[in-house]
């Protein structure tokens, strides 16, 4: 024989009878491991393939050059300074160049 669980209407009528307050149903919270399983399950949108025409790409950056003042601290070695450069980085073809200050 199996036994059947109380309707809870029921039981929510009979404890409001005998003076029990009962509260509003609340929301079951969110399971973090569960959430992130679930997360680990969806597919990330793919990305389609940009192919990059080096001949766009010289033409549109030909010219525009990035120019950094940097430092190489060398002090700790003997004889050692603090030098001082100019980088150059050309966004043409991705290339660098050094120059001493």
Aim: net charge negative; with cysteine.
């Amino acid at each position: 024989m199996c036994k059947k669980g109380v309707n809870p209407d029921v039981k929510a009528e009979w404890l409001e009878s005998q003076g029990i307050e009962i509260s509003k149903a609340e929301d079951v919270p969110v399971d973090p491991y569960v959430e992130k399983e679930h997360w680990k399950k969806i597919q990330p949108p793919r990305r389609q393939k940009v192919r990059e025409d080096p001949l766009r790409r010289f033409l549109e950056y030909d010219g525009k050059v990035l120019a950094f003042n940097v430092v190489w601290d060398n002090r700790d070695a003997e004889n050692g300074e603090l030098g001082e450069y100019k980088l150059f980085y050309f966004l043409q073809d991705d290339t660098i160049s050094v120059k001493v200050v």
